[in-house]
């Protein structure tokens, strides 16, 4: 695909702002936001970061009872209101589905937070916080098998010291699967042991985002917070976690495949 230079400068800006690709923004379904007034701050924090684009990503799990049907439509209203407001943020339906949730779905509700082009569309898949174990692996894989790549939603929270866990990330690593970081566990915040984790996974893939899992009040956007813990660190081209490589998941998406042998 050729592209003028008016896409290709358009493409190039929107790749410098910010994408959230796991964020709690709906109001009133899960433990995000409890109004839409809370939303319509979370949001505009969001932008004054520099935020651009937030996939809005409710918990699809059996706590709450979410109608993954309504997800769409209730993203749409968000989105209106945001415009109203002169929020300047587009944003995406998506979902943070747990592993127990994910043989549940029909393929149709998987397509209602899945993200991607057709042919490569993903899903957020939540590594639980009493770790990745054989019930994540499982979830992933029928998830391939049904035709959706997986990123991994913070898996430095879940692995701790247990050889298990490693085992199961390394293998969604062979499958090709994304990961995404915890802005909050890049800067401490979530301990020291979610900290390390984080910095060991950064570089595991080329496909490492960083995004804030924001919730309200409790937990506001932090991908400032992560940048500056980044470059810190030494860390050349942070912004590559929070703008280009979650743009590329929306953009290009990825592909469900079998994992390859290990070495
Ligand atoms: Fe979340």
Do not use: C
């Not at 651009?52 to 749409?76: C, F, G, M, Q, W």
């Not at 898949?125 to 994540?136: H, M, N, Q, R, V």
């Not at 293998?171 to 060991?200: C, D, Y």
């Amino acid at each position: 695909m050729i592209l003028t230079a008016s896409e290709r400068s358009a493409s190039n800006m929107r790749s410098m702002n910010f994408a959230e690709l796991h964020f709690h923004l709906l109001p009133g379904v899960d433990d995000g936001p409890p109004s839409i007034d809370a939303t319509v701050e979370l949001a505009r924090a969001a932008a004054g970061e520099g935020t651009r684009t937030i996939v809005a990503t409710p918990h699809v799990n059996s706590y709450y009872s979410i109608d993954v049907k309504s997800l769409p439509e209730r993203t749409r209203e968000v989105a209106a209101r945001l415009r109203r407001e002169r929020v300047p943020v587009n944003v995406l339906s998506g979902g943070e589905l747990a592993p127990e949730r994910a043989g549940d779905l029909s393929q149709a509700e998987l397509e209602w937070i899945a993200l991607g082009p057709p042919g490569r569309r993903w899903v957020l898949l939540e590594a639980p916080f009493t770790g990745l174990d054989d019930g994540f692996a499982v979830a992933a894989g029928g998830l391939r098998a049904r035709g959706f790549a997986v990123v991994v939603a913070h898996p430095e929270r879940s692995l701790g010291a247990a050889e298990l866990g490693w085992q199961v990330l390394e293998r969604e690593l062979r499958a090709g699967s994304a990961l995404q970081l915890t802005a909050w566990s890049l800067a401490g915040l979530n301990g020291e042991p979610a900290r390390k984790a984080a910095l060991h996974l950064l570089h595991a893939n080329r496909l490492v985002a960083v995004a804030s899992d924001a919730h309200g009040a409790a937990r506001m956007p932090a991908l400032r917070l992560a940048l500056d813990a980044l470059t810190g660190l030494g860390e050349r081209d942070a912004r590559r976690y929070v703008a280009s490589v979650p743009h590329a998941l929306l953009e290009r998406g990825l592909a469900a495949r079998a994992p390859a042998l290990a070495a």
